[in-house]
């Protein structure tokens, strides 16, 4: 139908084209403030560069531990959190409403709110217990900082989790339940041999979803720690910008901009296949 | 296993059994409100921190000596709303472009007889999973020539491209519960596909496209990638606002809480109201909600 084609120009032209040219610009060397220099054809130096530099991996390093331990959390959190809201209780709807608020917060406001009043080692809750307790504030931002990227993902997505696992549960016939009841399983038993499996459908899409949306993370990391000190903090979104627009390196930053996407696709593929099913075929 | 007996008797007393377990349950059900209020408390302490003058702030309490709302009046005559302005027109006009655009494709690729209809649907979903960061030197480069760097218009174009592909994940899982004998009996009364378009499809599905809708606006108006990259001060949104109001305004913590409160607000009302139909689009059906 004629009726799809302006969208498929628009996607095409903002996204496909874009990624085409990212390619072609890997090639060259082409830094913008410096005109005089042009631009010239330098074919894999671009990728050589980035494989020979100990700050590439060890921004691929943060990534993956970004992206695995804030999955993890806000796995365990979600179905735990869910486990407690499947019940009817006064104000359900408060509690559920206000568990998945954090996930609606822009990043920037996320980022500066825990930064500023929450974690700042002298006038956030961070140095208020501290001097409490007689201590030295906890280095959110320093040695830590890793982990503080950690914690915010792991707040802001956890509500994500809720709302997909939660609806799992909720969808769980009745009479499973009443008959597990029946049969007087223990609570441990009937969790891990009726509930988890049940929803395992939900569990998966909510992790392959996290997945999509972690690996592209860049707001919190801009706005809490900027990547540092040096690169512990960045992932992959924050050093291609780091490259592109601090230092005007477009090919450079053009060639880290393809290794990321290749290892999204890769990443986003093997937990595919290690899940086994697709969520289209069940669409 | 137990015997039939015990069954029996299990089932009698259930009434008792019943209360015994109410009792059991309030200690979960205490740590669960607990939880909700913790889980929130960067939220709280910014609504408290909002009403409190700029020497109350420290050191952190969650008493409010003297309340004010001085700190909203104040950021209200500042230049935040100007930035609001442009993330509001923004978007919604993303919004309703998105939905211009990428309905009729959802309703295109349910109902019409496309023959690589799936193929097509892969390809719009596979455009979400690659990071902004593919697309984002060509983009800027391409904006600062054709002059679309920092103008609203930009933006509009870019938000309007990237959320395309959202409006279709989400809204095919509310047309496909349209059902098809609806569309074939206007077929024989001789209304074109069009005109069914307008007068069935959109009303019967009209739940599921202002969810997305809704989850649209939540995006383009929290999103900073492409923001921060590609606006300086035409076009900025208020997460760019945010972002250089600390290097600008130094320690102005309430007002620094005041402005997030305010930009924070109307997403956050946005997601509760839509947050059941989220989970059904954005599962593309895969799992109900």
């Keep these: ?283 | 296993m137990r015997d039939r007996r015990t069954r029996g008797l299990r089932r009698r007393d259930r009434v008792p059994r019943r209360k015994r377990r109410a009792l059991h349950r309030i200690p979960g059900i205490v740590v669960i409100w607990l939880v909700a209020i913790l889980w929130c408390f960067p939220l709280w302490y910014m609504l408290i921190t909002s009403f409190k003058g700029e020497a109350d702030v420290l050191p952190p309490s969650l008493w409010i000596a003297h309340p004010t709302l001085g700190n909203y009046a104040i950021v209200l005559r500042h230049e935040i709303v100007r930035y609001i302005l442009d993330s509001a027109v923004i978007s919604v006009s993303s919004v309703f472009a998105c939905l211009a655009f990428g309905v009729p494709v959802t309703y295109a690729l349910v109902f019409g007889r496309l023959r690589h209809s799936d193929n097509l649907f892969f390809w719009f979903l596979s455009t979400t999973l690659l990071p902004p960061v593919a697309v984002i030197v060509p983009v800027f480069l391409l904006f600062r020539l054709s002059g679309l760097l920092d103008t609203l218009g930009g933006m509009i174009l870019i938000y309007t491209g990237v959320n395309i592909p959202i409006v279709i994940w989400m809204t095919r899982s509310f047309l496909l519960d349209v059902p098809q004998e609806v569309l074939e009996s206007s077929d024989m009364d001789g209304s074109s596909r069009l005109r069914s378009f307008f007068n069935i499809i959109l009303p019967l599905a009209r739940q599921g496209i202002i969810s997305t809708g809704l989850l649209v606006f939540i995006f383009v108006w929290n999103e900073f990638f492409f923001s921060i990259n590609l606006t300086y001060v035409h076009a900025a949104t208020v997460p760019v606002y945010m972002a250089s109001f600390m290097t600008q305004e130094g320690l102005f913590w309430a007002k620094l809480c005041a402005i997030s409160t305010l930009v924070v607000l109307p997403p956050m009302v946005l997601g509760w109201l839509a947050q059941r139909s989220l989970v059904k689009g954005l599962t593309i059906g895969a799992v109900k909600g």
Aim: aromatic share 12%; hydrophobic share 55%; proline share 4%.
């Design chain 1, 1 to 283: 139908m004629l009726l799809s084609l302006p969208a498929i120009v628009i996607v095409a032209v903002v996204t496909q084209a874009p990624i085409l040219a990212t390619l072609g610009m890997s090639l060259v060397k082409w830094i913008v403030v410096r005109p005089d220099l042009g631009v010239t054809f330098i074919g894999l130096d671009n990728y050589r560069e980035i494989f020979t530099s100990w700050d590439f991996y060890q921004v691929v390093l943060n990534t993956a531990l970004i992206t695995v331990v804030s999955l993890v959390v806000c796995t365990v959190l979600g179905i735990l959190f869910s486990l407690m809201l499947n019940r009817d209780f006064p104000g359900v709807n408060v509690v559920r409403t206000l568990i998945i608020s954090p996930f609606f917060v822009m990043d920037a406001v996320a980022g500066i709110i825990w930064r500023t009043i929450i974690l700042n080692s002298s006038f956030g809750w961070n140095g208020y217990f501290a001097s409490l307790l007689g201590t030295k504030p906890f280095d959110f931002f320093g040695v830590h900082s890793l982990l503080t990227i950690v914690i915010l993902i792991a707040w802001q997505w956890t509500p994500f989790f809720v709302l997909i696992i939660l609806a799992g549960l909720q969808n769980i016939p009745q009479e499973v339940m009443d008959s597990a009841r029946v049969d007087g399983t223990g609570w441990l038993r009937e969790l891990v041999s009726i509930r988890i499996p049940v929803i395992m459908n939900h569990i998966e899409v909510a992790v392959l979803l996290g997945l999509i949306f972690v690996l592209k993370v860049f707001g919190i990391i801009f706005v809490t720690t900027r990547g540092g000190p040096g690169y512990s903090s960045a992932n992959l979104p924050y050093y291609v910008y780091k490259t592109a627009f601090l230092g005007w390196d477009v090919g450079h930053a053009a060639a880290v901009a393809v290794v990321t996407v290749v290892i999204t696709l890769l990443a986003i593929a093997a937990l595919f296949r290690w899940f086994r099913r697709r969520i289209g075929e069940t669409a």
